[in-house]
């Protein structure tokens, strides 16, 4: 009686060793982006480390390249899946193909979290965006407003079939709408992939092709916006005489709003990241769970927790200007 008394009190401490030891494993979350070359997207990986559960072990974090090919993105969630993450972040590369994503967590059950891009579907757990729409409405608005409503613009836009490239499109013509047919006239509008290298000769060619014609430039995102600001220069002609306007609040744009050469709106990478790794642990974790990031007191009254289950969070925009954009760079040291 006395082994068999034994014998239960070995077994139950082992079993105690196993639930504590399996309570202590981290929560293990596949973040699929949807490439890495961009400053704003390394924002997002450096808020990611930055996560207080990411920070003190209780969440591990795994970062995937797409490399901007939404078939790599859908091939990275098949992986996520086989290796068991608990949890899957998605940031989108196009707005349709990427739906797949969300059908695979979703017969693996593992919680799906959307951020920054969006895709077509209402099947993802939740999603942590900014409403690009609006995005693009303010930053064509304020490019409009230097213009007087008044000129021609040219446009460059994100990748095509990605949210983003739709969705700022729709509230860059909205506003280029509301200054009143034919006071603005679009020469061109082309992608430029959201890359700078990619921005610069395109903007040469329309100096060339128009010149002397061009008084605005909307870019969906500020690397585009960058690149034609540096084409400006090398084709020796003066930035300020130009209206010029981007989005995402990269430090480089920052500091060219400094300089009075553009204007941006910035989208927190921040927020959007941690935000989604909250919601993604409230998944997981269960009604237990409460927030750890700041973020959520930072917008208070504009994006609120809703105990981790709202079909989707809305992460407001900044206008960068002369008076808070040194705040905003000092808040990235």
Same mark, same amino acid.
């Given at each position: 009686?006395?082994?068999m008394t034994k014998l239960t009190l070995i077994a139950s401490s082992l079993m105690l060793c196993m639930s504590a030891a399996a309570?202590?494993?981290?929560?293990?979350?596949?973040?699929?982006?949807?490439?890495?070359?961009?400053?704003?997207?390394?924002?997002?990986?450096?808020?990611?480390?930055?996560?207080?559960?990411?920070?003190?072990?209780?969440?591990?974090?795994?970062?995937?390249?797409?490399?901007?090919?939404?078939?790599?993105?859908?091939?990275?969630?098949?992986?996520?899946?086989?290796?068991?993450?608990?949890?899957?972040?998605?940031?989108?590369?196009?707005?349709?193909?990427?739906?797949?994503?969300?059908?695979?967590?979703?017969?693996?059950?593992?919680?799906?979290?959307?951020?920054?891009?969006?895709?077509?579907?209402?099947?993802?757990?939740?999603?942590?965006?900014?409403?690009?729409?609006?995005?693009?409405?303010?930053?064509?608005?304020?490019? *409009?407003? /230097?213009?007087?409503? &008044?000129? #021609?613009? =040219? $446009?460059? +836009?994100?990748?095509?079939?990605?949210? !983003?490239? @739709?969705?700022?499109?729709?509230?860059?013509?909205?506003?280029?709408?509301?200054?009143?047919?034919?006071?603005?006239?679009?020469?061109?509008?082309?992608?430029?992939?959201?890359?700078?290298?990619?921005?610069?000769?395109?903007?040469?060619?329309? *100096?060339? /092709?128009?010149?002397? &014609?061009? #008084?605005? =430039? $909307?870019? +969906?995102?500020?690397?585009?916006?960058? !690149?034609? @600001?540096?084409?400006?220069?090398?084709?020796?002609?003066?930035?300020?005489?130009?209206?010029?306007?981007?989005?995402?609040?990269?430090?480089?744009?920052?500091?060219a709003v400094q300089q009075g050469e553009m204007v941006s709106i910035l989208q927190d990478a921040h927020a959007q990241m941690q935000g989604s790794i909250d919601v993604a642990l409230r998944a997981v974790?269960?009604?237990?769970?409460?927030?750890?990031?700041?973020?959520?007191?930072?917008?208070?009254?504009?994006?609120?927790?809703?105990?981790?289950?709202?079909?989707?969070?809305?992460?407001?925009?900044?206008?960068?200007?002369?008076?808070?954009?040194?705040?905003?760079?000092?808040?990235?040291?």
């Amino acid at each position: 009686m006395k082994k068999m008394t034994k014998l239960t009190l070995i077994a139950s401490s082992l079993m105690l060793c196993m639930s504590a030891a399996a309570q202590a494993a981290p929560v293990k979350i596949s973040v699929l982006m949807y490439g890495m070359k961009a400053e704003f997207v390394q924002l997002m990986e450096k808020a990611a480390k930055e996560h207080p559960e990411v920070k003190n072990g209780d969440v591990q974090i795994t970062m995937y390249d797409g490399r901007y090919d939404p078939m790599v993105q859908n091939n990275q969630a098949e992986t996520a899946i086989q290796t068991k993450a608990d949890a899957i972040i998605v940031n989108p590369m196009d707005y349709e193909a990427n739906i797949d994503v969300v059908t695979m967590a979703n017969k693996a059950k593992i919680p799906v979290i959307v951020t920054n891009a969006r895709l077509n579907t209402d099947k993802m757990t939740s999603e942590v965006v900014s409403d690009d729409v609006l995005g693009g409405y303010l930053d064509a608005k304020a490019v *409009l407003k /230097k213009m007087n409503c &008044k000129g #021609n613009v =040219v $446009i460059f +836009e994100g990748p095509i079939g990605g949210s !983003g490239e @739709i969705q700022r499109g729709q509230g860059i013509d909205k506003a280029i709408a509301e200054c009143g047919k034919g006071n603005v006239t679009v020469l061109e509008r082309k992608t430029a992939n959201w890359s700078r290298a990619e921005a610069l000769p395109l903007m040469e060619n329309w *100096l060339q /092709k128009h010149r002397g &014609k061009i #008084n605005g =430039v $909307i870019g +969906e995102n500020d690397e585009m916006a960058l !690149g034609a @600001i540096e084409a400006i220069k090398e084709a020796n002609l003066n930035v300020k005489d130009f209206s010029i306007g981007g989005i995402d609040g990269v430090t480089d744009a920052i500091r060219a709003v400094q300089q009075g050469e553009m204007v941006s709106i910035l989208q927190d990478a921040h927020a959007q990241m941690q935000g989604s790794i909250d919601v993604a642990l409230r998944a997981v974790k269960g009604s237990s769970y409460q927030p750890k990031s700041d973020i959520w007191q930072q917008y208070k009254g504009q994006m609120d927790w809703k105990d981790g289950t709202a079909q989707r969070y809305a992460v407001p925009w900044t206008e960068v200007t002369v008076d808070n954009a040194q705040q905003l760079l000092d808040a990235r040291k």
